[in-house]
């Protein structure tokens, strides 16, 4: 019903940035909040950013703010992370994430019921 695809990761410097897309097709993509979720080796799957289904809304975790910028362009069905001054830390996959649930959390991983297929970032020191 929802299909997400990420693209745009890749190995980058310490200190460089990128930017991860996500398209989306199925529902309407406007429909949703969307997310991105993380996950390096042997950790869980932790949030990055949300953006509210209008974009005028956003949040980031602790670890990424000031540093990650979520946005969304409802005309094109895409979202986007813009990843800025990139550490060694943020080494993982990234998920897009859609179908926020009302009741669950956007903290974790189980409020979100559509996920895409992950792009790896991999920052080198």
């Known amino acids: 019903q929802v299909q997400l695809v990420e693209s745009g990761g890749g190995l980058v410097q310490a200190g460089g940035s990128l930017r991860l897309s996500c398209a989306a097709s199925?529902?309407?993509?406007?429909?949703?909040?969307m997310g991105w979720f993380r996950q390096a080796p042997g950790k869980e799957r932790e949030f990055a950013a949300s953006?509210?289904?209008?974009?005028?809304?956003?949040a980031y975790a602790d670890s990424v703010k000031g540093r990650f910028t979520i946005s969304r362009d409802n005309a094109k069905n895409t979202v986007y992370l813009q990843m800025n001054s990139l550490k060694p830390e943020d080494t993982a996959v990234y998920y897009c994430?859609?179908?926020?649930?009302?009741?669950?959390?956007?903290?974790?991983?189980?409020?979100?019921?559509?996920w895409g297929q992950g792009t790896q970032v991999t920052v080198s020191s």
């Open positions: 953006i509210s289904t209008s974009g005028s809304r956003t």
């Open positions: 994430a859609a179908g926020f649930q009302d009741g669950g959390s956007m903290w974790h991983a189980d409020g979100w019921g559509y």
């Open positions: 199925g529902r309407t993509f406007r429909s949703y909040p």
